[in-house]
């Protein structure tokens, strides 16, 4: 179990403020597996491998780069973490939470979050984008459990959106307007590594789930509590067990991933460009 206030942050915040000097980004991306195609879109003034950040540590999944990258556009900041923790790696929820404790420290205050999902609701096929609704935390705990510390917010935070309603319309209209309209829907999150039952899919269906996977709710509940305006997305690589007459496998959802890659990056070049506009006067 993990007790979020044991967990000492300030190293991996110095770690970073020594590498990318005082700056004062307007949002933060965490990127989930083949997400970091969009770094190829940007130029990145900082890139500080997560091994160099302390507590963060390396990613351990084949395809989660393990880097923080600061990047320009129309002279705003944007962090993007190109890799994250999950966990199925038994390391608490530390790591978990420490990208999300750096960009809300740096003065971030929208935090957008990416990742691979298996398709629960019919007519989500692989390589759709689906923007989250609302999630339902199937992961057993919550990153809030243990001492309370202010800096998450309130001891019991309202969950009612957590997902922003206003910047989920604008990242759909932006999309949209792009040529790449995104689907919508509820995400489910599995603490994981296994992959869902098909009876568990059948049980995650009817409580009203769209798709699955096994990140991003940790980080989407905390960056809430701190106050961040949050978005997700997911990318539908497969669909969910038993829904297809097929076993899953990594490769193939690697395999989806590597085809979405343009639209991915397309979509997330367009919203990033958004959230760097000059806020109106
Ligand atoms: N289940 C859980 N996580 C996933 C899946 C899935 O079907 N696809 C990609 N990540």
């Not at 160099?52 to 320009?72: K, M, S, T, Y």
């Not at 398709?119 to 243990?146: F, K």
């Not at 009203?208 to 305006?229: K, Q």
């Not at 829904?243 to 990033?272: F, N, S, W, Y």
Request: aromatic share 6%; charged share 15%.
């Amino acid at each position: 179990m993990s007790r979020m206030k044991q967990f000492d942050f300030s190293p991996a915040l110095t770690a970073v403020r020594q590498q990318i000097g005082d700056v004062c980004p307007s949002w933060a991306l965490i990127l989930g597996s083949g997400w970091s195609v969009v770094l190829e879109r940007f130029a990145s003034t900082h890139i500080v491998p997560y091994a160099d950040i302390p507590g963060l540590g390396q990613a351990g999944v084949q395809g989660h780069a393990g880097e923080l990258h600061v990047v320009e556009i129309n002279g705003r900041l944007g962090l993007v973490f190109a890799g994250r923790r999950h966990l199925y790696e038994g390391i608490g929820f530390g790591p978990i939470a420490t990208p999300v404790y750096i960009a809300k420290s740096l003065g971030a205050e929208t935090l957008l979050l990416t990742n691979a999902a298996g398709g629960i609701r019919p007519g989500l096929a692989p390589g759709d984008l689906m923007l989250l609704d609302d999630h339902i935390n199937m992961m057993g705990q919550s990153p809030l459990t243990g001492e309370h510390d202010a800096f998450w917010g309130p001891r019991f935070p309202d969950q009612s959106t957590v997902y922003d309603p206003a910047l989920r319309q604008t990242l759909a209209s932006v999309a949209e307007r792009a040529g790449h309209p995104l689907d919508h829907g509820v995400y489910l999150a599995t603490s994981g590594p296994s992959y869902e039952t098909p009876a568990e899919i059948r049980a995650y269906a009817t409580m009203g789930a769209d798709a699955v996977g096994m990140s991003t709710v940790p980080e989407a509940i905390l960056g809430n509590a701190a106050g961040m305006r949050v978005a997700g997305i997911s990318c539908i690589t497969n669909v969910a067990a038993g829904v297809a007459d097929k076993a899953l496998a990594h490769d193939e959802v690697l395999q989806v991933t590597e085809q979405a890659k343009p639209r991915m990056g397309d979509v997330l070049a367009v919203i990033c460009r958004h959230l760097s506009e000059p806020p109106p006067a």
